[in-house]
């Protein structure tokens, strides 16, 4: 069975290719994953939501700490005092004031329940953390294959076109010499035509699946490492509840879903506590200088125990109770709906991870005899037992044979970190096994 990753690992595994200098374009799939890691600001946001979410736990863990204040005042008073025995005193006088006052909390159930929410909440940012890494991951894959599956895609157009070109100028040939028509060098000409424009759009798809690249790393797409011809692999174990199980334990968005229950399970606690005492343990110390009666200095502390229970609230410590296991209710039905989520899109990739194995092989297949029929179509029509038309059609199928030999060839790659992706298990070493089918230096 597979084994998991964390955030804090997979992180750890990426910080340590960031180590080395980044060159200024990617020149294969760890490069490119590099250079995104490093530049993509939907991960930057993702590390900073994670950084102020840390930030929580001290400010929960604030209220249960002492709080320690000072203070001081000077003043201008007067006095007019009757009635204190046979003295009346009538004077203006400067005061100073100072205190220190200290309380610590003692009992305060909301406090610590806040304490835990602030875990949970942590525990969701990192999730969503290490899902946004994983995501990076697959769409640098994708982005970095759809640049070689166009480029492939573009030499085959090349390919067809001159081959269009020589079977154009064998009908010309033939026009002269009165074996051929004027029909099938029309035809011929129509052909190599639609040749032309579909070279000008598969140059235009390289360009495009460039710049979608260039998207992810911020850096100019350069010469790319090849993809070289690899054994087709499926699904390893080959066995389709034990992806879903994994997947349902190990993908970051389950464990995000979870965090955010357990957040929702916490705030009613939360608000159920409204309605219990606190207790905290008060103390203070002040010193008073300057009043109506002439040399007279005030010194004094003290220390008190506050207990303060709330009675009635005008209704709203029930109306929050009621709202939190209302938003409660709804987070035990999100995990349920990232469950099924999660499910599908595994079952969806495992499918597919397999038919591309169906797919890879049959493309090739279909090349192969793509490829002998132009040959003996093109024997045929030197022979004069076939016509330009049936040469032009098997040259269209064997190009289109071609064309869709490329896209079960890189597919069968993307899918497999698809997998991955889908089950919440991609990580460096999965990355680094796509890397070695490419061909260095080729």
Do not use: C
Request: glycine share 6%; charged share 15%.
């Amino acid at each position: 069975m597979r084994t998991k990753h964390s955030a804090s690992s997979f992180s750890l595994l990426v910080a340590t290719w960031l180590l080395g200098s980044s060159p200024a374009w990617a020149e294969d799939l760890i490069d490119a994953y590099q250079q995104a890691y490093h530049t993509d600001p939907v991960l930057a946001q993702a590390r900073a939501e994670l950084s102020a979410e840390i930030q929580d736990k001290p400010l929960a863990r604030a209220a249960l700490l002492p709080h320690v204040g000072v203070g001081a005042s000077v003043g201008f008073n007067t006095a007019d005092i009757t009635g204190f025995g046979n003295i009346a005193i009538n004077r203006a006088y400067l005061s100073d004031s100072y205190s220190v006052n200290i309380t610590q909390s003692v009992f305060n159930g909301q406090a610590w329940t806040a304490l835990k929410q602030a875990d949970s909440r942590i525990q969701a940012s990192a999730a969503a953390l290490t899902y946004t890494e994983q995501q990076l991951a697959l769409q640098v894959a994708k982005a970095y294959f759809g640049v070689l599956e166009a480029q492939a895609q573009e030499h085959v157009a090349q390919k067809q076109k001159s081959l269009l070109e020589s079977i154009y100028k064998q009908t010309e040939a033939a026009l002269k010499i009165g074996t051929g028509d004027i029909v099938a060098v029309q035809e011929a000409k129509a052909r190599m035509d639609a040749a032309e424009a579909d070279v000008i759009k598969a140059s235009n798809g390289v360009a495009v699946a460039k710049k979608q690249l260039q998207r992810l790393t911020h850096s100019p797409v350069g010469e790319l490492e090849p993809l070289g011809h690899y054994k087709a692999l499926g699904p390893q174990p080959d066995d389709m509840q034990s992806w879903v199980e994994s997947a349902v334990q190990d993908q970051p968005l389950m464990h995000q879903a979870q965090a955010q229950l357990h957040t929702s399970q916490q705030q009613v606690q939360y608000q159920q506590r409204a309605r219990w005492p606190v207790v905290n343990l008060q103390g203070a110390a002040q010193h008073e200088l300057g009043n109506p009666f002439p040399g007279l200095v005030i010194n004094q502390a003290g220390v008190s125990l506050n207990l303060s229970v709330p009675l009635y609230e005008g209704g709203g410590i029930s109306s929050s109770v009621q709202k939190a296991q209302a938003q409660t209710v709804a987070s035990i039905d999100h995990v349920a709906n990232v469950r099924d989520e999660v499910t599908l899109n595994t079952q969806t990739a495992f499918l597919n991870l397999k038919d591309s194995v169906a797919q890879l092989k049959a493309a090739k297949e279909t090349v192969d005899s793509a490829k002998i029929s132009l040959e003996g179509t093109r024997k045929g029509y030197e022979v004069g037992t076939r016509s330009i038309i049936d040469l032009l059609h098997t040259a269209t199928d064997y190009v289109r044979a071609e064309q869709d030999y490329n896209v079960a060839f890189y597919n069968q790659v993307i899918a497999r970190v698809q997998l991955k992706a889908a089950s919440g298990q991609i990580n460096m070493a999965n990355l680094e096994a796509i890397n070695a089918l490419l061909k260095k230096n080729a």
